[in-house]
């Protein structure tokens, strides 16, 4: 079955300090593997996704993340942190074969200081 | 155009109700999701749908969760006699859906509080 860890519930972090947000998946099958943001009182926005080809993903805002298949990693970054990324940041693993369905992590809450 | 749209934002229910969810899905989209976030977790999966199947329901903790999408397009969720462990919030979204991996995009979310 599939799952994914997400280790820390919380982060926080400095305006313009680098932001790495962990993924830890497991599936029996090639995933595929996304970052959600959620900001309070919206729906979840892709940040950016990995399905096949270059390990290294680029998304929205500034973010991106690295498939590390040996690791069976998907961490988040983010060179440096704006106020306006302070939300709820979910990662999510998909099975490429028979559904397109998500498991999500718990996520992790990011928060900026000034 | 316009995105997932989900109604009611809100929804108080006493316990032993019965409660209807609307998902208004991105015309065109053929694939349909329903999920649900309790408090302080992420989402799980409930049931998907392509066009108006019902491909995997997989994800509905019990009996009482029905879920339809009669003509490809509005999907309803509905729970009968609510309990309090319902409580929590129910997202729905929808993609283009296969061959490819399409991006799913979500609604608001209706939140559910069954008292």
């Known amino acids: 079955a599939q799952s994914v860890t997400q280790l820390g519930s919380h982060v926080s972090v400095s305006e313009g300090a680098l932001v790495l947000l962990r993924c830890n998946y497991s599936?029996?099958?090639?995933?595929?593997l996304f970052w959600y943001v959620q900001y309070p009182n919206q729906g979840l926005q892709l940040l950016l996704k990995y399905t096949t080809g270059a390990t290294l993903v680029k998304g929205i805002n500034g973010f991106e993340a690295e498939f590390k298949k040996s690791e069976t990693s998907f961490h988040l970054t983010k060179p440096s942190a704006h106020m306006s990324d302070a939300a709820e940041y979910f990662c999510a693993v998909s099975e490429s074969r028979n559904t397109d369905k998500l498991i999500f992590g718990t996520g992790t809450r990011l928060q900026v200081f000034p | 155009g316009a995105g997932v749209s989900q109604s009611p934002r809100y929804k108080v229910a006493k316990r032993g109700q019965d409660v209807a969810l609307r998902c208004d899905p991105i015309s065109g989209h053929v694939s349909l999701f329903w999920y649900q976030q309790a408090l302080g977790q992420g989402p799980e999966f409930l049931t998907y749908f392509q066009n108006e199947a019902q491909l995997d329901k997989s994800g509905l903790p019990s009996d009482r969760f029905f879920a339809e999408r009669p003509e490809g397009s509005v999907s309803t969720l509905k729970i009968q006699r609510t309990q309090q462990e319902d409580s929590a919030v129910y997202l729905c979204?929808?993609?283009?859906?296969?061959?490819?991996?399409?991006?799913?995009?979500f609604g608001p979310g209706t939140r559910l509080t069954v008292l």
């Open positions: 979204a929808s993609s283009f859906g296969r061959p490819l991996y399409n991006e799913q995009f």
């Open positions: 599936s029996s099958v090639p995933p595929y």
